[in-house]
């Protein structure tokens, strides 16, 4: 039966060439757009080196202070009746504005106040916004530098391509090593691999590489550098203070976001701000890598409302691109199964089902879209390896794997059974006297 419906789907299709091509092309575009969508998202968010620990980390990124500005305004003045007083005056206090200041950590509050929380696991303090120029053979490259500590290791999981991550000893002792990631190796050495114990200078300072790490494919700033570097072995940003600083800290929970989350909120609660003389309130907002990205992409200050958004942006477009389409290739469908009225009444006639009309027309429009499909697939692979190429997502590569193929197919499937399960439903409840109508004689 299955074999008969290929065949059956197979001269349909080869009847009407043109017909056959906008509708291929149709499917093709939409699902390569749907296959991109799926790629990127797959790429920025899946469970891989160096963010196996994904779903458990919670990232801070910045410290909020405050000053709130208050005025006090009557409510009702002290009123006097023969010369008792009967209304004492009221006040009322209002806000009159706020002056707020937002900036990366300063390292002594992180380790004053968040380095022993209990529902931690593991804390990593690290800045990663430092960028110099170096220069070799002649050309300029500009490196940026991920000042850390030891456990930023064991948070991050890199995959070494050889050497190892610096340890605390070496932190301790301030000793001039490094970690660098294969593009910069590559950059600077022209190769890879036998590197381990060639000097690097920077700052003044020759470090020592001990360990290459593969690139990672994600866009997240603090793990993209090209250099990673003990922060001991620089000499303190004199225009850090106690709160604002250049520092981020990421922790690795042992029990659950929401935990931390709250274990945090009391501890910057309890923190004193006698250390400035200005501001008087003090917000921190802990977030998971989602939040991160979406508020990061959308510049909204609430990250919890970024990622609402961010879903919602993400859906929409998922949705667009699936449903018009859709909508579109059901005309198609209907308009070509109206033409052949006739072939259903014959069917019909000879004793065929609603159920066996309904499965034909859908297998049908399945192996019209799987062929599409397998088109998209091909015009996926272009315009990946183009957008790798051409470095338009700057250092996020487009990937694509076995599990890229799975939830690919898994929406061919999708796309095709509603596409074509409208207008056949209509055409298996066909009459056959009308449909016999049609038969030119």
Known sequence: MIKNYIILAWRVLSRKK????????????????????????????SQKAPLKNLDKLLFFEQITLKKIHLDTVTQIDTS?????????????????????SRSGFGEEILQEQFTKLESVEKSTIYNSTALFDIFQNNNKISV????????????????????????ASEMSQELPVMVINSEFCKKYFGRTQNVLGEEIKLEGKQFQV??????????????????????????KNPNDTYFFGGYQMTFLT?????????????VSSQISMDKHDYYEVLEIVPKS????????????????????????????????FVTL????????NVSRIMDRSAEIGVRKAFGATKMEILTQFVFENVVQTIIGGIIGLGLTFIAIYLINDSQILGSVKLSIDLLFFIYSFII??????????????????????????????
Not at 295 to 302: E, H, R, T
Request: glycine content about 6%; proline content about 4%; overall charge negative.
């Open 18 to 45: 043109f017909f056959t091509f906008i509708t291929l092309f149709g499917i093709s575009f939409t699902l390569m757009v749907i296959m991109l969508l799926t790629s990127f998202l797959q790429t920025e968010f």
């Open 80 to 100: 006097y009746i023969d010369q008792v007083a009967q209304y004492d005056t009221t006040y009322t206090t209002k806000e009159t504005g706020t002056d707020m």
């Open 325 to 332: 389409p859709i909508l579109n290739l059901i005309n198609l």
């Open 210 to 235: 001990i360990g290459v790490v593969h690139k990672p494919n994600v866009s997240m700033e603090a793990v993209n550098s090209y250099a990673f570097v003990p922060y001991t072995v620089f000499p």
């Open 289 to 320: 890598y989602q939040e991160s990205y979406a508020q990061n992409m959308l510049y909204n200050d609430d990250p919890t409302k970024s990622l609402r958004w961010m879903r919602i942006i993400l859906f929409g477009l998922a949705g667009l």
């Open 412 to 441: 061919i499937g999708i796309f095709g059974i509603l596409s074509g399960l409208l207008p056949a439903y209509r055409m298996s409840k066909l009459q056959i006297v009308n449909a016999l109508k049609s038969i030119k004689l």
């Open 144 to 167: 940026s530098v991920n000042y850390c500590d030891p456990n930023f290791w064991e948070i991050f999981n890199f995959d070494f391509i050889e050497g190892r991550p610096f340890n």
């Open 254 to 266: 042992a029990n659950g976001l929401d935990k931390t989350r709250k274990e945090m909120d009391f």
